[in-house]
């Protein structure tokens, strides 16, 4: 198999590259790209490889920002740092996701799982649900989601926990709203990234400015047209509506 590493960290691209080496001598490194320009230039240049080593964050962005820039099909292994992007990297062809420092066994199981899809010619799941049926499940056998989010609050970082976050609301920036009836920045760009790191069980997308907690709904007004309007406990007594079309839905996770 041709791979790709994507790596900015020289140190740790080496060390990567040496311990693929050594567990399977039949996967070709064909480059070591060290940023999101150098691998645009990559990709424009060149047929994609048989399988991805990527890290998340590089040095002038996010990795994301190359699969969804060049459509890629081959399976990638994603290694980074952090476990907040877990589901993220699972919508982008994401085999597997290793934390740093790479363990050396989970590496191997990894590559196997790609060299076995290489070998089959086994077409990627194109969803979310049908990929996690693919992938081994973690030991407990539970998704993975954000268990807390870090804030600025006069040059220090606060961690806010996220079951303590009544909701999510975009205005210009994007805001969190703890139950208690604190404001903070969040430092994510869209709600659509925040959402990914949720679980859907406890937290709703009730339009495009805002994400509620189950627990932050004090009462549900329906409307002659079946928009429905939701207000929030206090100290918020926030108003979110929701449209006739997401109505349905909401019922049913309102209430199960």
Same mark, same amino acid.
């Given at each position: 198999m041709k791979a790709l590493i994507i790596e900015d960290e020289s140190l740790i691209a080496r060390e990567l590259k040496s311990k693929i080496v050594s567990i399977a001598p039949d996967v070709d490194i064909l480059e070591v790209l060290p940023s999101l320009k150098t691998a645009r230039k990559w990709f424009m240049e060149n047929a994609e490889?048989?399988?991805i080593f990527a890290d998340i964050q590089l040095? $002038?962005?996010?990795?994301? !920002?190359?699969?969804?820039?060049?459509?890629l099909k081959c399976p990638v292994i994603f290694t980074t740092a952090y476990d907040e992007y877990a589901i993220r990297a699972f919508?982008?062809?994401?085999?597997?996701? &290793?934390?740093?420092?790479?363990?050396? $066994?989970? &590496?191997? @199981?990894?590559?196997? =799982?790609?060299?076995? &899809?290489? !070998?089959?010619?086994?077409?990627?799941?194109?969803? &979310?649900?049908?990929?996690?049926?693919?992938?081994?499940?973690?030991?407990?056998?539970?998704?993975?989601?954000?268990? =807390?989010?870090v804030v600025s609050v006069r040059n220090n970082w606060i961690p806010i926990l996220t079951k303590d976050i009544s909701c999510f609301v975009r205005e210009n920036l994007n805001y969190i709203f703890t139950f208690s009836g604190e404001k903070y920045i969040v430092d994510y760009v869209t709600l659509e990234e925040i959402e990914d790191?949720?679980?859907? @069980?406890?937290?709703? /997308?009730?339009? /495009?400015?805002a994400i509620v907690h189950i627990d932050s709904?004090?009462?549900?007004?329906?409307? !002659?047209?079946? =928009?429905?309007?939701?207000?929030? @406990?206090?100290?918020? @007594?926030?108003?979110?509506?929701?449209?006739?079309? =997401?109505?349905?839905?909401?019922?049913?996770?309102?209430e199960r």
């Open positions: 490889p048989d399988l040095s $002038d962005g996010v990795s994301f !920002e190359i699969f969804e820039r060049f459509e919508k982008v062809n994401g085999i597997d996701y &290793l934390l740093k420092p790479v363990d050396i $066994d989970d &590496l191997k @199981k990894a590559i196997d =799982k790609c060299r076995n &899809l290489h !070998e089959q010619k086994t077409k990627l799941p194109t969803n &979310l649900q049908e990929l996690m049926q693919v992938l081994q499940q973690p030991a407990n056998g539970k998704q993975l989601y954000k268990e =807390k989010f790191l949720l679980d859907p @069980k406890i937290f709703y /997308r009730a339009n /495009r400015q709904i004090q009462s549900v007004k329906p409307h !002659e047209n079946q =928009k429905l309007t939701l207000t929030l @406990k206090a100290p918020l @007594k926030m108003e979110q509506d929701i449209s006739r079309e =997401k109505a349905p839905g909401f019922k049913k996770w309102f």
